[in-house]
């Protein structure tokens, strides 16, 4: 590129060496400007340069002073705050339904939207973790395959999988194409769901958005729309227990005092409780699915069920069952 070409980009460079160079601890005089515009083959007086901090002022760009010994510059505002950038790379980094190669994209992204030297704490705080991750890469083409249906109001298809115990992928359904109308997608205990309305049974279902592979989108509009406007997806999520389908039922719970921190961390604050001293009860709508189950049992006699008689018996049978392998 030319250097006039160059000379006409000063203020963009000049902008982009205060974000990427710059925060409060890290300051730089107009000779340091200067010598990093030369790198871009840009020529930089000092009476220009004021004149050009002042413009990226003006645009919005906020260009704080530090006076010690000598006077220098930095950007004082950033995109985002260092902690926010932390808790949102604490979340990519989190999220089993990211891949381990899609979240080193996304991190280093959200490294750009800050200095170099904020950027290395990022960077820092990503080796650090280490959890476990989707193996899926289609992830993203299919959420955005999903948005866009529900978009568009038109059906989605997909072949549906499930691991064996050889890590191998097998294709539920024999490999036919499941067809649904896309109504919501929902992240759950750290995966992703497509809530949908499926035809042939009438009812809303949930899949793994991981799961699904081979995504496309037909040309029928979507159903069961009276169905989803009724649902309250927040006590929709309360109630289906990791996303596992079951039996929808009103059970009553007994449980230990100092279980009311768990149980409104997972209900809400809307539940009626009712005291009983060292105790206390309390009635809730959920999905009787494996992991319900697995939930009570893991709290002992600190939480039982009261009623509804079949599921005390179900209860009482899985506890028995478990029992019996560690006798």
């Not at 409060?24 to 340069?49: F, N, P, Q, V, W």
């Not at 010994?69 to 990211?98: C, M, P, W």
């Not at 009438?202 to 029928?220: I, N």
């Not at 009553?252 to 809400?268: E, N, P, T, W, Y």
Request: hydrophobic share 40%; with cysteine.
């Amino acid at each position: 590129m030319p250097k006039s070409s160059n000379q006409k980009l000063k203020l963009l460079y000049l902008a982009k060496i205060f974000l990427e160079n710059t925060d409060a601890l890290h300051t730089m005089t107009i000779k340091d400007l200067a010598d990093a515009l030369a790198g871009y083959e840009i020529k930089a007086e000092r009476k220009s340069l004021y004149d050009d901090i002042e413009l990226l002022r003006v645009f919005g760009l906020e260009i704080c002073v530090k006076r010690d010994r000598h006077v220098s510059y930095y950007a004082g505002r950033h995109t985002f705050e260092l902690a926010e950038l932390k808790l949102l790379v604490d979340a990519v980094q989190s999220s089993k339904f990211i891949t381990e190669k899609k979240s080193n994209t996304l991190i280093r992204k959200l490294e750009g939207l800050t200095s170099k030297y904020e950027a290395a704490q990022l960077h820092r705080q990503v080796t650090a973790s280490n959890r476990l991750k989707a193996s899926n890469e289609e992830i993203f083409c299919n959420v955005d395959m999903i948005h866009r249906s529900i978009s568009e109001n038109r059906k989605i298809c997909f072949r549906y999988f499930e691991w064996n115990a050889e890590k191998k992928r097998v294709l539920r359904h024999d490999g036919r194409f499941y067809c649904v109308s896309p109504w919501a997608l929902i992240w759950d205990d750290e995966n992703y769901y497509m809530i949908a309305y499926d035809s042939d049974s009438a009812t809303l279902k949930h899949y793994r958005v991981d799961k699904m592979l081979e995504l496309y989108m037909e040309k029928s509009a979507r159903e069961g729309e009276r169905i989803f406007a009724g649902l309250d997806m927040t006590q929709y999520t309360r109630q289906v227990f990791g996303m596992y389908g079951g039996e929808l039922c009103n059970v009553r719970l007994s449980c230990d005092k100092d279980m009311a921190g768990i149980v409104i961390d997972r209900f809400g604050t809307d539940i009626v409780i009712a005291n009983h001293g060292e105790r206390f009860e309390f009635t809730v709508k959920v999905m009787l699915s494996p992991t319900f189950y697995s939930w009570l049992l893991g709290f002992g006699k600190q939480i039982y069920v009261v009623s509804p008689e079949h599921v005390r018996e179900r209860a009482l049978q899985l506890a028995e069952e478990a029992a019996e392998v560690y006798k």
